[in-house]
């Protein structure tokens, strides 16, 4: 399912197709949900192990997107959104890693389908209109498209519909490639090569996930900033 729009339909829920790429979404939501319940099960105030290494995930980004959200309220509201994005992201970008994965239903990486990646950027376009609502009211965040004069208009509206778009572009268009291009190698160079791009995928799957919630970061404090 990735140019389609359903593809290797498994089973319907109601009207609604599941296919390979919901499941396979399924499968890491609840990965991820496991890691997140083992390692907060018997929290120690002295953390170890699993606890430890989510811990510092968590502490890292909140740093990392408080320094980006300047105001503290607003950067412990929006950073465990933000940190699950970059978890789901950066687990999904390696799911696709597996050899000849991007051949195989049940094993495509769901960040390389735009189904997905405009799904996320969706739910950043509406967490950035409630945040600026929140931290505004109505009538102060509404103003700004109408800033700095009523003829901005138009544009102030296309720019928030330019948000979703390059997230989902960006993101697809970079995990999609990166898909194809190791399984190009691995046809022509079986071993050696793949495994070297395989390497900087990576690196590459880690940065994609990282830019994607900076991004969205960078959005919402735009939305929340005292000029907007």
């Known amino acids: 399912m990735i140019f389609g729009m359903w593809d290797a339909v498994y089973f319907k829920l109601g009207p609604i197709p599941v296919d390979h790429i919901i499941v396979t979404q399924w499968v890491l939501i609840v990965l991820i949900g496991l890691i997140a319940f083992c390692s907060t099960r018997k929290m120690k105030v002295i953390p170890t192990g699993l606890q430890n290494a989510f811990e510092m995930i968590i502490v890292w980004t909140y740093d990392l997107f408080g320094q980006i959200m300047s105001k503290e309220h607003v950067a412990k509201r929006w950073t465990p959104l ?41 739910i950043t376009v509406f967490a950035v209109q409630i945040a600026g609502l929140s931290e505004h009211g109505i009538g102060g965040y509404l103003k700004h498209f109408v800033s700095p004069m009523p003829a901005m208009l138009p544009i102030n509206i296309l720019e928030e519909f330019t948000h979703p778009l390059s997230l989902t572009v ?17 046809f022509m160079v079986p071993f050696l090569i793949p495994c070297t791009i395989m ?30």
């Open 82 to 122: 933000l940190s699950t994005f970059f978890l789901f992201i950066l687990v999904s970008n390696y799911s696709g890693m597996i050899p000849g994965s991007s051949h195989i239903e049940g094993f495509q990486a769901p960040t390389s389908n735009w189904n997905v990646t405009m799904t996320l950027a969706l």
């Open 199 to 228: 390497a900087l995928g990576v690196l590459v799957g880690a940065i994609q996930a990282m830019v994607f919630a900076l991004l969205s970061a960078s959005y919402i404090a735009s939305a929340t900033s005292a000029g907007h």
């Open 170 to 186: 960006r993101l697809f268009g970079n995990v999609l490639g990166e898909e194809m291009v190791i399984a190009f190698l691995m």
